[in-house]
């Protein structure tokens, strides 16, 4: 049996009847057809498919649509100008932060509420911080290396970490 | 990974939740942060045929200072511990604890009450609260009852929990501020579930300690003999034979290798409240 939902995705208001058991990543993928969310592993272990609800990440994968139902939704489309997220891609761009880019999508939704939260970043904080999501190409050098220089850039990474005085 | 159909349910009220829970039975679940229901229903690990939503239950997501103790609604996100969000009762322990297991987007989400109530074996509220001598708060169709921490779990995912029981939430009495703690979890990577992982919590002022072993293949074990000797005065580092002695009179057949691991965290975590 079909149960109502309605979200608030990217600012737009979505009503839909779905059966209980739809997950939130089959929800915006399926029936919004948003497909920047990835789903990977479907059991909350690979981050893929990781997006903000309320502001903070969660795993759509392993969240029911109905059991959120009211909540505000932002996926990676919904993020597309806003000035963080803007730093964090064009550093994936720079430094290398992907190759396939299959787990990009949850890389930066994961890095982009790191860098809200937090202002003390290093290296190994970051690796801390990032090991829910998983990615199989770049082993991960190049990802720590974007999200650190996008750190820098707005002041969320550790002073001792940055090499060139600051003007 | 598509879970089996099943119906839903989102009651408003305890009442009504304890009401659908007892008339479902077994085959009715009760859905807090899902961050464990939902992937063990996407693998189609765990049966149901009704989850029951219990996060619009208002009464679970209370947070109180009691005084001498902190309630913490079952509802209570993880990251509100990490992030210092509730009151404190732990001299810090509870918020250690939080910011080491999982993932961020899965902290969000998951909740106290429900990491508990599941009682996965390796998973590391449990041992937090009972080496706290936490209470916990359940509602029933008899009514309110309280089961302390260290009686609620009968074995793994096995808990005192009666048919249409729900625990409320959990309520943590205050330590001293001459009480100290320490933490030593082994995992194979950072999130995972504990290969092993002790926590020491001890008083010497007030002459009380507790030390508990998770991820013991079974309900977290107390060691009841390691604390009187903390007590005493013993030095951790010297106790480990004993240590390793008290888990064999567990009889829960540890392998060598697995003895070797938890008497290293027990040692560790102990060796970290007393020094």
Redesign the interface.
């Given at each position: 049996m079909k149960v109502p939902v309605s979200l608030t995705v990217n600012g737009e208001r979505v009503a839909a009847e779905i059966e209980p058991r739809t997950h939130l990543g089959d929800f915006l993928r399926d029936h919004l057809r948003l497909t920047a969310t990835h789903l990977g592993c479907e059991h909350g272990v690979c981050g893929a498919c990781t997006v903000l609800v309320n502001g903070e990440p969660v795993r759509a994968c392993i969240t029911l649509a109905v059991s959120i139902d009211g909540a505000e939704v932002k996926t990676l489309e919904g993020l597309q100008g806003e000035a963080l997220m803007e730093t964090l891609k064009a550093a994936f761009h720079e430094k290398h932060g992907l190759q396939c880019g299959f787990c990009t999508p949850g890389m930066l939704i994961s890095a982009w509420d790191l860098l809200k939260r937090r202002r003390d970043l290093d290296e190994r904080a970051v690796r801390v911080a990032m090991s829910g999501n998983l990615c199989r190409c770049t082993g991960y050098q190049g990802i720590v290396r974007s999200i650190m220089a996008a750190a820098e850039k707005v002041g969320a990474a550790a002073p001792s970490t940055i090499k060139e005085p600051l003007r | 990974?598509?879970?089996?159909?099943?119906?839903?349910v989102?009651p408003a009220s305890l009442e009504e939740a304890v009401r659908v829970l007892a008339a479902g039975g077994g085959a009715a679940r009760p859905?807090a942060g899902?961050?464990s229901l939902?992937?063990m229903?996407?693998?189609r690990l765990a049966p149901a045929e009704q989850?029951v939503?219990l996060?619009r239950i208002e009464a679970l997501r209370r947070v109180e200072d009691r005084g001498t103790s902190v309630f913490y609604g079952a509802l209570t996100p993880h990251?509100a511990f990490e992030d210092g969000k509730v009151p404190d009762a732990s001299n810090g322990l509870m918020r250690h604890v939080a910011e080491r297991f999982?993932?961020?987007?899965?902290r969000?989400?998951g909740t106290i009450g429900g990491a508990i109530a599941l009682a996965d074996p390796a998973a590391d509220w449990l041992p937090t609260v009972i080496a706290l001598g936490a209470r916990l708060h359940v509602a029933g169709p008899e009514g309110e009852r309280i089961i302390p921490a260290e009686e609620f779990v009968l074995g793994p995912y096995f808990t005192a929990l009666g048919e249409g029981e729900i625990l409320v939430g959990v309520e943590v009495p205050k330590l001293a501020a001459s009480a100290r703690w320490g933490y030593s979890k082994v995992t194979t990577?950072?999130?995972e579930y504990a290969e092993s992982m002790a926590i020491a919590v001890v008083d010497r002022a007030r002459r009380s300690a507790r030390i508990v072993l998770g991820a013991a293949d079974g309900a977290p074990i107390v060691l009841a003999d390691l604390a009187a000797r903390l007590l005493d005065g013993a030095r951790p580092e010297d106790l480990a034979a004993a240590i390793r002695a008290e888990l064999v009179a567990s009889e829960r057949d540890f392998a060598p290798a697995k003895l070797v691991m938890h008497t290293t965290t027990i040692v560790r975590a102990a060796r970290d409240a007393v020094s």
């Open positions: - | 990974m598509k879970p089996a159909p099943f119906s839903y989102r859905l899902g961050q939902v992937p229903l996407n693998l989850v939503d996060t990251a999982a993932f961020r987007a899965v969000n989400r990577k950072v999130g």
